[in-house]
C-alpha cells in the first residue's frame, strides 16, 4: 500500500475520533456544513453523534420508502414489475430467491395483518415500523460499540445498502449482528450470543460471523457464556419452523456455474465451501495477531472477514444479504471510500440482478444470462474489495489504534444503552 493511499493517523478531539479530520470523503462532505471539526470546536451538550445518527437514519429509512412507492399503487400484485422497478421486498410477498424466513415471521404478518386497514399495503407498512424500531436500535448500538468512533456507526446509518434492502427480513439478521457487536465489546457475553442466535436464525452467515467476533478478547467463560445463549436463542426462535432449505439460487456462484455446462454437486460446493472458510479463518487469524491487542475494530475485521467469505460461496445470496455485512463493514472499514466503492458495486449487481429476475433484458437479449453473470463478478468483487481493504489496512499499521480491550466483562459506562441488570460482571 502506498504511503498517500494509507489511511490517515486518527485525530481524537478529546475521547473521539474526528472523521473529517481523517478520512478525505468526509472532509469533502463536510464542505456542504462548514468543513472540518476545527481545533477549538466543541461538541454540542444535546446533539452527540447517537442523536444525529439516530436522526440520520431515521431519514434513510423514509428514503427507503419512497424506492417502494412503484409497487404500491398495484399492492406488489404485478408479477414482474417489483423487479423491474427495484420495489420488490419479502415483506408483501416478493422476492428474488425461493428461500423463506423462519416461520416466527410469518406469525408477525399475521398479527399485522390483525391491526386496522386490510391488504397487502397495509401489512407491509405494519412490518415496515417494526423494522425500523430495530433498525433505529442498532444504530444506537453500534454508536456505541467502540467508544473513541462513534461516528463509525454512519457506515450504516447513511449506507445505501440500508436505504435500498432494510424492507427484508434480513434486517432483523443485521440487527442481531449490531447487538452482537456492542454487547461482545461492552462485556456482555450473554447479550452477544442472543443477538447472534437470532439474527442466525433469520439468516445462517451470522453464524459465521458470529465465531470471528468472539474470537477476538474476551475469556473462555465469556465465550461459552455467548455460545451457549446464541445456541438457546437460535433454537427458540426456529423451533416453531425453519427457513426452507437452500438450494442453488439468485445470486450465487453456483447458480450462476448452474447456467452453464461446468455446474457443480453438492461435494464440489462443500469442498470449495470449506476451503474458503479455512482461508478467511486462516487471515483472521493473522489480524488477531497483527492487531496484538483486542479491541472493536479488529473484532469487527474478523467477523466482517468470514461473513464476506460465506456469502462468497453460499448457495443462495440474494440482494438483500448485504445487509449482513454493513454493521460489521461499518466498524470495520475505517475509510469511507472503500465502504462506497463496496456499495456501488452492490447496487449494480441488485439493478441487473433485478432486471434479470423481471426478464426486462428479454426483448432485446433473450435467453442471454450475461447480465446475471456480471452481477454475481460485482457482488463478489465488491465483498473481495472489503476484505482486502481491511486486510491492507492491518497490515500498513504496526498495532491497532484503537486502546479500547473488548470482551472484557467490564462494560464502559458511557456505552451503556439498556438498563442495568444488577448482575456482577467480574
Request: charged share 15%; glycine share 10%; net charge neutral.
Amino acid at each position: 500500500m502506498d504511503r498517500a493511499d494509507r489511511p490517515a493517523p486518527e485525530v481524537a478531539i478529546g475521547d473521539h475520533v474526528a472523521p473529517t479530520r481523517t478520512d478525505p470523503v468526509a472532509a469533502a462532505m463536510s464542505e456542504m456544513v462548514g468543513g472540518p471539526l476545527g481545533d477549538h470546536a466543541r461538541g454540542h451538550r444535546w446533539w452527540d453523534a447517537g442523536r444525529v445518527l439516530v436522526g440520520a437514519t431515521a431519514l434513510t429509512l423514509a428514503a427507503g420508502m419512497v424506492t417502494k412507492t412503484a409497487c404500491v399503487p398495484s399492492g406488489w400484485s404485478n408479477p414482474n414489475q417489483p423487479f423491474t422497478e427495484l420495489c420488490w421486498t419479502d415483506l408483501a410477498g416478493t422476492s428474488v430467491d425461493a428461500g423463506a424466513p423462519p416461520r416466527v415471521a410469518g406469525w408477525l404478518e399475521r398479527v399485522a395483518e390483525w391491526l386496522p386497514g386490510s391488504g397487502t399495503v397495509a401489512t407491509t407498512a405494519v412490518l415496515a415500523v417494526l423494522l425500523a424500531a430495530l433498525a433505529l436500535l442498532a444504530t444506537a448500538l453500534l454508536v456505541r460499540v467502540d467508544r473513541r468512533r462513534p461516528w463509525a456507526a454512519a457506515g450504516w446509518a447513511l449506507g445505501p445498502v440500508l436505504l435500498v434492502h432494510w424492507l427484508s427480513w434480513e434486517l432483523v439478521a443485521a440487527v442481531g449482528l449490531a447487538v452482537l457487536l456492542w454487547g461482545w465489546a461492552t462485556g456482555r457475553a450473554w447479550l452477544a450470543g442472543v443477538g447472534a442466535g437470532v439474527g442466525a436464525a433469520f439468516a445462517l452467515p451470522v453464524a459465521v460471523a458470529f465465531v470471528g467476533v468472539v474470537a477476538v478478547g474476551g475469556r473462555l467463560r465469556h465465550r461459552v457464556d455467548a455460545l451457549l445463549a446464541a445456541a438457546a436463542a437460535y433454537v427458540v426462535v426456529t423451533l416453531p419452523g425453519r427457513a426452507t432449505a437452500e438450494t442453488p439460487d439468485i445470486g450465487s456462484i453456483w447458480f450462476l456455474l448452474g447456467t452453464t455446462d461446468v455446474g457443480g454437486s453438492a461435494t464440489t460446493r462443500t469442498v470449495v465451501q470449506v476451503l474458503v472458510l479455512a482461508l478467511a479463518a486462516g487471515a483472521v487469524w493473522w489480524l488477531v495477531r497483527r492487531a496484538g491487542r483486542p479491541s472493536p475494530l479488529t473484532s469487527a475485521r474478523a467477523g466482517l472477514v468470514l461473513v464476506a467469505a460465506a456469502l462468497a460461496v453460499a448457495p443462495s445470496a440474494p440482494p438483500e444479504t448485504a445487509l449482513l455485512v454493513l454493521p460489521l463493514a461499518a466498524i470495520a472499514v475505517r475509510r469511507w471510500r472503500d465502504l462506497l466503492v463496496w456499495q456501488a458495486l452492490h447496487l449494480l449487481s441488485w439493478v441487473l440482478t433485478g432486471w434479470y429476475v423481471g426478464q426486462a433484458l428479454v426483448p432485446t437479449v433473450a435467453d442471454d444470462v450475461r447480465a446475471y453473470w456480471l452481477a454475481v463478478l460485482l457482488r463478489v468483487g465488491g465483498l473481495v474489495w472489503l476484505v482486502a481493504a481491511v486486510l491492507l489496512d492491518a497490515g500498513a499499521a504496526s498495532v491497532d489504534d484503537d486502546a479500547v480491550e473488548v470482551g472484557r466483562g467490564e462494560p464502559h459506562p458511557d456505552l451503556d444503552v439498556l438498563a442495568d441488570a444488577g448482575d456482577p460482571r467480574t
